[in-house]
């Protein structure tokens, strides 16, 4: 019997037995050290972190309760160790050994290359980073996939805008060293964490633009495939300032529902569902006498079904012109778990009740079932 232990690593709770917490907490200590003198220390230990949490949650993912001291030593033979840095032999890395106080043996690592994730790429963007990203996922040149589309566009396949615009929108932004690794789809491992936070890839480098801006000569193709990507840079904004003015009148109709539902729910609540007669006296609002309470369910439900779009929709614009941090995917199901709750109470509330509403000078009936 052996005693247990949770901790949270890189945001995650996991049980753990004693001695692969000793092991890690060894192996996290001599990170560290090792990179104490080195800029973006915190970053490159976090990072790791991270990156150790996702192999320890594969592993619960596949039904395993608690974190043994095989998978601690696993997870730390796959990231590598602060010694396998340094100019030692070669043979003195192989087999089993003691190092910093941690043992270390020989495991087979998973067969087939680092899996790729496709994100935006911030160190070679132009506009959003998109065409960088997807070039870095394909491993493709990001100069000929940028000529391509401009092509494409000079040959009338406009909808390559809106498309951009929605990648622009749904597709997340590296950020961190091991996104980036993970784009490129290299290895993510202490290594290569190190590498990438140490030579400067973790800040927000200009990219093409430093490039295109450079003083350094450059041929023909290079100058007109410069001058192409500038203008369609511009056209770029230009069309989504275009697309933010066209959906202004959405917003607007959007946030004055979402205000009368406000208004409504709040005088239901103050006043009783009597205030309805007067705020909609055009409605026949049977359901209201039988039953007030599915109207201030209804009108909780409708500020949520109205106020979910118009937030999402405001935060996507305003995403993409401040640059903010795209929201958590645990926040995006949940807000969509939400808003297909308060539709189907929308729905049901509709259905307990009988509905007559005026239009022109008939009368549509709207029979519950």
């Not at 950020?175 to 491992?189: C, F, P």
């Not at 400067?200 to 001058?227: C, H, Q, W």
């Not at 103050?270 to 009108?299: H, Q, R, T």
Request: hydrophobic fraction near 45%.
């Amino acid at each position: 019997m052996k005693k247990t232990l949770t901790v949270n690593l890189g945001g995650t709770v996991f049980h753990i037995d004693e001695d692969a917490y000793r092991l890690l907490d060894n192996y996290l200590m001599n990170l560290k050290h090792h990179f104490r003198k080195q800029e973006g220390a915190e970053e490159i230990v976090n990072d790791i972190e991270n990156r150790i949490s996702e192999l320890f949650s594969e592993k619960i993912s596949k039904g395993q309760q608690v974190i043994t001291l095989i998978d601690a030593e696993e997870v730390i033979h796959r990231m590598g160790k602060p010694e396998d840095l340094s100019d030692e032999e070669p043979s003195k890395q192989e087999g089993s050994s003691e190092h910093g106080g941690y043992h270390h043996e020989t495991y087979s690592q998973e067969s087939g290359s680092p899996r790729r994730r496709l994100f935006r790429n911030p160190d070679d963007k132009v506009v959003g980073g998109v065409l960088g990203g997807i070039a870095a996922y394909l491993k493709v040149n990001v100069s000929a996939l940028r000529l391509i589309v401009i092509l494409l566009l000079i040959f009338g396949v406009g909808t390559l805008i809106p498309v951009y615009i929605v990648c622009w929108i749904v597709i997340p932004e590296a950020t961190t060293a091991a996104e980036k690794l993970s784009m490129r789809g290299e290895e993510v491992n202490m290594e290569n964490i190190g590498k990438t936070v140490t030579d400067g890839f973790e800040k927000m480098a200009d990219g093409v633009n430093s490039y295109i801006k450079s003083e350094k000569p450059k041929d023909f193709m290079t100058r007109l495939v410069d001058g192409m990507v500038h203008l369609f840079s511009l056209l770029s904004k230009v069309f989504l300032v275009i697309l933010a003015l066209i959906f202004s009148p959405v917003l607007l109709v959007l946030s004055f529902v979402f205000v009368g539902l406000i208004i409504g729910a709040i005088a239901t609540l103050a006043g009783g569902s009597a205030i309805i007669y007067e705020l909609l006296p055009s409605l026949d609002w049977n359901m209201i006498s039988a039953s007030p309470l599915i109207v201030i369910v209804a009108s909780i439900a409708g500020i949520i079904l109205v106020g979910i779009p118009l937030a999402s929709l405001l935060y996507g614009i305003l995403r993409v012109i401040f640059n903010w941090q795209p929201m958590i995917p645990g926040l995006k199901i949940t807000l969509l778990i939400l808003w297909v709750v308060s539709l189907l109470t929308i729905i049901l509330c509709f259905s307990q009740s009988n509905w007559v509403f005026p239009y022109y000078h008939d009368i549509w009936y709207v029979t519950g079932i």
